[in-house]
């Protein structure tokens, strides 16, 4: 069963169906959860990688912007020595997702260069996000790698990445890529079929939520945070990232990857998975929207969007609803 608990407004006759959004969306941010990338945390999934690559292709032929972020190194790692099933240490986690990333992004080259294009590897941490400057540099990045055609492949630098710079999973690094890039739509591929009232793992007659706001409290309340087998964040981090994804207007679709042909259905307007809207955005606001890091009464705030109004910089902070609106410092 399915439930659909979406605000009063998008009843109104105005507000585009999520369909129309669907078909609508020209830049997509599409993030792979590692359950779905690994056979059970044992080998990298190489049929289920060309599936998504040649969905993705299609995508790409059909004149969307494509920016895969894809999870799966350190499951990757850890079945390349042979740790598929131990504990490890926090440096054994770091040399796992170094050998991992390596097999993850050899096997994304192999695939796409049989289709005759490749692949550009863009490995981030919290750093990269901190700053204007640095920011610039990494959007500037990504978007020379669309230019030329390539594929653009994020993800966290696990192997360096220390409790200072960590983003800890990549459902919160594929919405600041949404915030920097100005995505339209997040998609999160896992291994449930959306968001439920409750983990189905736990609780088998939870239904599914077809349909709401990015940001309403009661999702949250949904969500468990404990991953599965081999994934990180479970649904709270998707529920958190959607929320994010949506300050700079992407609406996010979290779906089950294992469907045949998920992106091109989505792509056709089909009501797979759940679908969190964001609020209609002021386009000129949108414009100077970035992403970033600031200290605020000696605490670090992930801020964002910052926005500069009439000379001086605004941000919303706060991780959780209510956002705060505050000065930051003349922007000049
Ligand atoms: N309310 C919920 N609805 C759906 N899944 C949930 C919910 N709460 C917790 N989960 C769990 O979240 C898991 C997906 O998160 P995770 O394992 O981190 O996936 P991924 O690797 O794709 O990021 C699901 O397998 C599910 O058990
Ligand atoms: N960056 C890590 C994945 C972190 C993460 O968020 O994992 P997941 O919950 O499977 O999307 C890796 O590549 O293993």
New binding site residues.
């Given amino acids: 069963m399915t439930m659909n608990i979406v605000g009063k407004t998008s009843m109104h006759s105005v507000v585009p169906s999520r369909s129309a959004l669907q078909k609508r969306a020209r830049r997509w941010v599409i ?7 690994t056979q059970d945390g044992q080998r990298l999934d190489l049929s289920a990688m060309q599936n998504f690559v040649q969905q993705i292709l299609q995508l790409r032929a059909e004149g969307i912007e494509v920016v895969l972020v ?8 850890k079945c390349h020595l042979g740790w598929a099933q131990k504990t490890t240490t926090a440096e054994e986690r770091q040399a ?2 170094s050998v ?2 390596s097999a ?1 992004i050899h096997a994304y080259e192999n695939l796409l260069a049989e289709e005759g294009t490749h692949c550009g590897q863009v490995l981030l941490t919290r750093d990269n996000f901190r700053d204007r400057k640095r920011l610039k540099k990494t959007l500037s990045a990504i978007e020379m790698l669309l230019k030329m055609q390539m594929l653009p492949i994020i ?2 630098n ?1 192997a360096i990445a220390d409790l200072d710079n960590a983003l ?6 594929a919405a600041l890529v949404s915030n920097i890039w100005h995505a339209d739509l997040m998609v999160l591929l ?1 291994d449930q079929s959306g968001l439920f009232t409750a983990d189905p793992r736990a609780q088998t007659d939870a239904e599914m939520i077809t349909e709401g706001m990015a940001g309403d409290p009661r999702h949250e309340r949904m969500a468990g945070g404990g ?2 087998t ?5 649904m709270l ?1 998707k529920i958190h990232a959607a929320t994010h994804a949506a300050r700079s207007g992407a609406a996010t679709l979290i779906a089950d990857g294992r469907i045949p042909g998920v992106l091109l259905r989505l792509r056709q307007g089909e009501l797979l998975g759940t679908f969190l809207r964001s609020k209609k955005f002021d386009r000129k606001l949108r414009r100077d929207a970035w992403t970033g890091l600031q200290i605020i009464n000696g605490q670090q705030r992930i801020i964002h969007p910052m926005l500069r109004i009439k000379n001086e910089v605004v941000a919303f902070y706060s991780e959780t609803l209510p956002f705060t609106a505050i000065p930051i410092f003349n922007g000049q």
Avoid: P
Avoid at 31 to 37: A, P, T, V, W
Avoid at 230 to 234: L, N, P, S
């Fill in positions: 993030k792979i959860g590692s359950s779905l990338l894809s999870s799966g190194s350190v499951s990757a790692g796992a997702a991992g990333q993850l993800n966290e696990d800890g999973n990549n459902d919160h690094l896992t991953g599965g081999v994934g990180t964040g479970g981090t």
